[in-house]
T-cell receptor
Framework: AQTVTQSQPEMSVQEAETVTLSCTYD???????LFWYKQPPSRQMILVIR??????QNATENRFSVNFQKAAKSFSLKISDSQLGDTAMYFC?????????????FGTGTRLKVLA | DGGITQSPKYLFRKEGQNVTLSCEQN?????MYWYRQDPGQGLRLIYY???????QKGDIAEGYSVSREKKESFPLTVTSAQKNPTAFYLC?????????????FGNGTRLTVT
């Protein structure tokens, strides 16, 4: 069974600094997708970034980038130039559609607080 | 604007009563999902449906039921058999035309059972 682990329940970062959130996963699948979702205090879940396992290039979306290490089964999220609006819960998620289902597996989340 | 609507935002029920949470989407998505969110436990899958008139149990389906009679709607009933129903419930949908199409979420329903 696939599992997703986020080992940092809470983190904080100073505004304008860089922070990295960790995510590891376990799977026997060779091709899959990984996602980072953000849940601000409003509780509306928003997609931040996604990565396909067969793509070696790390995904980037403006200030957000990932460090995808397939062999290590690691998928960390880097937030550069942190802003107050980045304060939120961040969830890592895994999807292996080739397994015949479309079940997304979520980690337990990391609560990030950006300090002024 | 297209999106997912969950209603109501807050719901209060007495123990022993069944309650139905509404989820409607106008994104023309085939797949719909229900997640439960508890502090420190992330999102756990209750039920999902990839097509009308078909649905599958997720990891914590006991005490819940769903129906998918229309593409746009995927209501969740929390029955009296659910031992600890107080939680935040999120509905989501996605298109199935792309492998990596992401989940789109509603704003959630906070259910409190006393």
């Amino acid at each position: 069974a696939q599992t997703v682990t986020q080992s940092q329940p809470e983190m904080s970062v100073q505004e304008a600094e860089t922070v990295t959130l960790s995510c590891t996963y376990d799977t026997s699948e060779n091709n899959y997708y990984l996602f980072w979702y953000k849940q601000p205090p409003s509780r509306q879940m928003i997609l931040v970034i996604r990565q396909e396992a067969y793509k070696q290039q790390n995904a980037t979306e403006n200030r957000f980038s990932v460090n995808f290490q397939k062999a290590a089964k690691s998928f960390s999220l880097k937030i550069s130039d942190s802003q107050l609006g980045d304060t939120a819960m961040y969830f890592c998620a895994f999807l292996a559609p080739y397994s015949g289902t479309y079940k997304y597996i979520f980690g337990t989340g990391t609560r990030l607080k950006v300090l002024a | 604007d297209g999106g997912i609507t969950q209603s109501p935002k807050y719901l209060f029920r007495k123990e022993g009563q069944n309650v139905t949470l509404s989820c409607e989407q106008n994104l023309n998505h085939d797949a719909m999902y229900w997640y439960r969110q508890d502090p420190g436990q992330g999102l756990r899958l209750i039920y999902y449906s990839q097509i009308v008139n078909d649905f599958q149990k997720g990891d914590i389906a006991e005490g819940y039921s769903v129906s998918r009679e229309k593409k746009e709607s995927f209501p969740l009933t929390v029955t009296s058999a659910q031992k600890n129903p107080t939680a935040f419930y999120l509905c989501a949908s996605r298109t199935t035309t792309g492998w990596d199409s992401p989940l789109h979420f509603g704003n959630g329903t906070r259910l409190t059972v006393t």
